[in-house]
């Protein structure tokens, strides 16, 4: 396979497709990734976007992007990624398209979509092999709406319709989907969990999932200032401490075969990332639930411990 | 090939039709009454008589984005739904109407759960009005397949730019075998042009952004009112495309038909399969020698006023029946109509009366209870509150069902 993978930020690629200026909140992690990923994909790419944060990126008559864009509906945007894909390979077939026209179809949704109102969209788009991109910007609870529990929230996360109570001390007492197993049951050619913090880790996935046709997907976990009650300048900071404690683990599933792609040397407490956020301020004050804060720990080891027990070799 | 003549379903029909269209992409999910059109065009794509390709999604919902976003890309679009498939999809016919994007989708009639049921009325069809889609409702195969030509070149038209329904009623209309004759592709052709899309189309060359968000009512007015008037033009470029339509195949379809009614006094106003049964009721009226006619209405949206106005002018009395019912209100045409006539100077009386719900058959007996209604209306100048079409023998039946449920109450 020829691939050039790069080594450091250096090598990022120089190409801007995400121009500045766009109404989302100041230091959105997920726009941080998006504008790596864009970087990766290059410019001649249709995105395909479901309602959520990054909908009011193209508001008339203004858009962001060097890229084509369609807004969908909620639930939908992978058909919609399959009708434009279906449409311009007919086109070129019947020569009414030249070649050199046709573009990435790529979806962009947040997690309320892919985790939930979208997952049969999804599996649809998968299990009929669709030949596109799928971007999930996960910031674990519906943001565009202001914050309210999704399938992707955290355990002990406060959110809008989980608050913290007299009868509810934890906030969410659901854990998180597990979005990419569910994605990798259908056994996509490429799927991977990214960072804004890790955007060499970023552009290599991109570079590989170029290599194969079909479904290449990818969550990102976007710190998300306004509904997370974090500092905007700590974003990249909080995707990182994310890695660090073992909450976010940075992997790569090719046709189902997962390897982790970093990995911590040495782990760092989850409190350190969970003490940061507002919305995991209750677990600190008005007194420390220290049941909840190891049961945040426990299911963190379990996962690695698990992972530490098969043979992975870090890309 | 040549003009052929065959006996086809309603269904095979509209497939017939989308054949000859030279349509680019199917997007499908299956209902009942509306399968056979998929399966018979999915039978044609994989045989390669038919140059397209069609997919299965995952439901309606997707299948009617697919659609639209397929034809944002450029290419000639036509799917098929029914009843609940038609509601789950809801949300998408207003935004793809708002990407003003020309495909055909054919909706065959079947009534709303709850109670779910299989045969037809119109309350699926109707409850997708105001969505920006054309509407054009059918009496038999032959203009079921007519019609999706006729369509496309509606849609297509610059001056429209908007997705098309082209509707027939469930098991009434798509299970009937009917003669029909299949046109000439070369005439086809001639009649409707390969789709080339100027106004929406993705490319790497000319980066485009589609279907967009607004910020603030003044830009989301200019845009809907926008849709409005290209629907409303629609109502020219219908007498153009019909013309044509009528020059080359020799068959003619007005927006509104009139069937009998020139001479007319009394006129009931009906739409798709149940209009045979209204048309047989004339017939038999007027051997009796009661002047009586029918108005179908066949385009639907944009709403044809004038053509409707110049056939109720002056007519003694008007009956419409509705194959629908507006829950709290009562028939939707009803209320269309009255809206329509309310400005004429020389307007007819109007009856409303609500028939056919979920296929129950309107027999020889309601038309005449209907005929006696208008004739008594205009002999007394009273107008009776809407009626639900319903004979004896059915309510006994219906009776025997709630006994058998456990439902009788002592009286
Ligand atoms: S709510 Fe969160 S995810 Fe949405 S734009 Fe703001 S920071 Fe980004």
């Keep these: 396979m020829n ?21 989302t909140c100041a230091g959105c992690g997920g726009l ?28 008339y008559p203004f858009t962001p992007f060097q890229n084509s864009w369609l807004y969908t509906a909620m639930a939908c945007a992978p058909a919609g990624a399959q009708g434009i894909r279906d449409a311009l390979d ?21 997690d309320g979509v892919a985790y939930d109102i979208g997952l049969a969209s999804t599996s ?113 900071r909080l995707a990182k401490l994310a890695v660090d404690t073992g909450i976010w683990s940075l992997k790569e599933a090719i046709y189902g075969d997962v390897r982790h792609t970093v990995i911590p040397r040495k782990f760092k407490p989850v409190e350190a990332y969970l003490k940061e956020q507002g919305r995991f301020a209750h677990l600190f004050k008005p007194v420390r639930q220290e049941d909840v804060i190891r049961k945040i720990q426990e299911m963190v ?15 | 090939m040549a003009r052929t003549r065959e006996m086809l379903t309603g269904n095979t029909s509209v497939a017939w039709g989308v054949r000859l269209a030279e349509v680019d992409y199917v997007p499908t999910y299956p209902i009942t009454p509306q399968t056979e059109i998929i399966e018979t065009l999915a039978k044609w794509i994989y045989d390669g008589v038919m140059d397209a390709r069609c997919v299965s999604l995952d439901s309606e919902h997707s299948m009617i984005t697919a659609a639209g976003a397929a034809s944002a890309t450029g290419v000639r679009v036509f799917t098929a739904t029914s009843s609940q498939g038609l509601l789950y999809g809801f949300e998408m016919l207003y935004t793809v109407a708002g990407w003003r994007v020309p495909f055909v989708m054919v909706n065959v009639s079947r009534g709303l759960s709850s109670p779910i049921t299989l045969e037809p009325d119109h309350n699926d069809i109707l409850a997708a009005r105001d969505s920006g889609f054309l509407q054009i409702h059918c009496e038999t195969c032959q ?59 993705f490319k790497a060359s000319q980066p485009m952004a589609q279907g967009l968000a607004v910020i603030g009512g003044s830009s989301y007015s200019y845009f809907k009112y926008q849709m409005h008037l290209a629907s409303m033009k629609a ?35 009906m739409s798709n399969s149940f209009s045979t049964l209204g048309k047989a009721a004339i017939e038999k009226v007027r051997k009796k020698g009661m002047k009586a006619g ?7 949206r944009p709403f044809p006023d004038a053509d409707l106005k110049a056939i109720l002018k002056g007519k003694k009395a008007v009956a419409v029946i509705d194959q629908n019912i507006s829950v709290g209100k009562g028939g939707i045409w009803y209320s269309e109509i009255a809206g329509a006539l309310y400005h004429e100077k020389n307007k007819p009386l109007l009856l409303s009366f609500i028939g056919g719900l979920g296929g129950k058959n309107i027999s020889a007996q309601e038309f005449e209870f209907i005929f006696n209604a208008m004739i008594k209306a205009f002999n007394t100048g009273e107008i009776e509150t809407p009626r639900l079409l319903y004979t004896e023998g059915e309510w006994r039946e219906m009776e025997r069902l709630k006994s058998i449920a456990g439902k009788t109450y002592n009286k």
């Excluded at chain 1, 080891?301 to 890309?315: S, T, V």
């Excluded at chain 2, 730019?161 to 086809?188: A, C, Q, Y």
């Design chain 1, 301 to 315: 080891d379990q996962y690695w411990n698990g992972i530490q027990k098969k043979d992975f070799i870090p890309a």
């Design chain 1, 3 to 23: 691939m050039t993978l790069i080594k450091s930020i250096k090598d990022l690629p120089a190409e801007e497709n995400l121009f500045p200026g766009t109404p």
């Design chain 1, 32 to 59: 941080l990734a998006l504008r790596h990923c864009l970087k990766a994909l290059g410019k001649k790419t249709v995105i395909v976007n479901a309602a959520g944060c990054f909908t009011l990126l193209s508001v």
């Design chain 1, 124 to 236: 649809g788009a998968l299990h009929r092999n669709l030949d596109f991109y799928y971007i999930c910007s996960d910031n674990e609870a519906y943001g565009n709406t202001g914050f309210q529990s999704s399938g992707a929230t955290p355990f002990a996360s406060r959110t809008g319709t989980t608050p913290v109570g007299k009868t509810s001390v934890a906030g969410s007492i659901l854990p998180k989907k597990n979005l990419f197993e569910i994605w990798r049951s259908h056994n996509p050619p490429y799927l991977a969990t990214i960072s804004p913090s890790h955007p060499v880790d970023l552009i290599n996935k991109f570079t590989k999932a170029e290599t194969y046709k079909g479904p290449k997907l990818f969550i990102n976990l976007s710190p998300c200032p306004a509904g997370w009650s974090t500092d905007p300048a700590h974003s990249a």
């Design chain 2, 235 to 269: 109502l020219i470029v219908y007498q153009e495309v019909s013309e044509e339509f009528n020059k080359i195949f020799g068959r003619s379809y007005n927006t509104t038909e009139g069937y009998m009614t020139h001479d007319a006094e009394y006129i009931l106003v």
């Design chain 1, 90 to 110: 007919i086109l070129i077939k019947k020569r009414r398209l030249d070649p050199k026209e046709d573009l990435k179809v790529m979806v962009l949704t947040g």
């Design chain 2, 143 to 201: 203009e079921a397949l007519d019609s999706i030509l006729m369509a496309y070149r509606l849609a297509e038209d610059e001056r429209v730019l908007l997705p098309i329904f082209v509707n027939m009623d469930g098991f009434h209309l798509s299970f009937t075998r009917e003669p029909v004759e299949i046109p000439d592709i070369d005439e086809v052709r001639r009649f409707l042009p390969p789709y080339q899309s100027n106004h929406a189309f």
């Design chain 2, 294 to 300: 029918l108005l179908r209405l066949r385009l639907l």
